[in-house]
């Protein structure tokens, strides 16, 4: 039941900036970035389709147990992965650094969760 809650809290955490991300201004808004051109546009929105299925996995895991690990799994390597990269970039703002530190609390909310789903 707890796992459940988590992997929902944590599937929110990336699915909503994921959906927001699709809208460029939202995006520049949200992450307070200039973006700045078609190849960047392009990037931007591909983030946000990963993000939100990354998120959308997340919060159908409950219901469908069998992806529970894959979806727990894939949302800690990409917040982990914009977490290091986010904290290893000189330069990053203060809005990108706030969404940093979220994705920090859902990773240790994800750990919890990895800890409950694979020792309980």
């Known amino acids: 039941m707890i796992v459940d809650v988590l992997l929902v809290v944590i599937g929110l955490i990336n699915l ?27 990037v931007m929105r591909h983030r946000a389709v990963l993000l939100a299925l990354v998120g959308l996995a997340m919060v159908v895991a409950p219901w469908v147990p069998e992806i529970r690990g894959a979806a727990l799994t894939g949302g800690i ?13 000189r330069g990053v703002g203060e809005k990108l650094r706030r969404v940093m530190w979220v ?18």
């Not at 909503?16 to 392009?42: F, H, K, N, Q």
């Not at 990409?78 to 290893?88: D, P, Q």
């Open 77 to 89: 390597v990409s917040m982990a992965a914009f977490v290091v990269i986010a904290a290893r970039t």
């Open 103 to 120: 994705d920090v609390v859902a990773l240790v909310l994800a750990a919890v969760a990895a800890f409950i789903l694979w020792t309980g």
């Open 16 to 42: 909503v900036p994921g959906l927001v991300g699709l809208s460029l201004e939202r995006a520049r808004t949200a992450y307070a970035v200039d973006i700045d051109g078609p190849d960047l546009e392009v």
